[in-house]
């Protein structure tokens, strides 16, 4: 099963009990891309590298208008791994804006200067290429599975 919605994290040791009672492979995750991934991944350099130097981080978020939740699961991890990484509780601005497709930056900010990183999604094509190669995956893999764990075995 691939899971890529986010409202559910709540139940998440009660599913994740199904899962291994179910003996089924399960991967869930915030995101699909692959792009994303990476950039989490430099989220989490940039946090670790630049919070001991004072900075303070803040996230903006922006999809289209017909997005029902705010701020986006995205740019919840993105907050969570900020945290994680020791840059505090990063604040989350939400923007709903004509078709964007998602757009997520990270402000790092200190008396000296600003770093900038974003990642801005073109067209769905990547969640869905994500989603199916999890899928593909998934045969031979018992268990309960984060995206962001198995995204670097993907081919």
Do not use: C
């Amino acid at each position: 099963m691939v899971v890529g919605t986010t409202g559910w994290y709540g139940e998440m040791e009660r599913v994740r009990k199904l899962v291994e009672q179910s003996g089924i492979g399960f991967v869930f995750g915030a995101n699909f891309s692959i792009g994303v991934n990476l950039f989490f991944e430099i989220v989490r350099s940039a946090t670790i590298a630049s919070s001991v130097h004072g900075y303070e981080a803040r996230i903006l978020e922006r999809h289209h208008v017909h997005k029902k939740d705010a701020p986006s699961g995205t740019a919840v991890a993105m907050r969570n791994i900020v945290r994680d990484a020791g840059g505090g509780e990063a604040q989350i601005a939400s923007e709903r804006e004509g078709e964007v497709v998602g757009y997520h930056e990270l402000v790092l900010e200190s008396p000296s200067d600003t770093i900038t990183l974003a990642h801005n999604a073109k067209s769905r094509r990547g969640f869905a290429e994500g989603a199916v190669r999890a899928a593909e995956w998934l045969p031979g893999h018992k268990g309960f599975y984060d995206f962001k764990d198995v995204w670097r075995d993907l081919r």
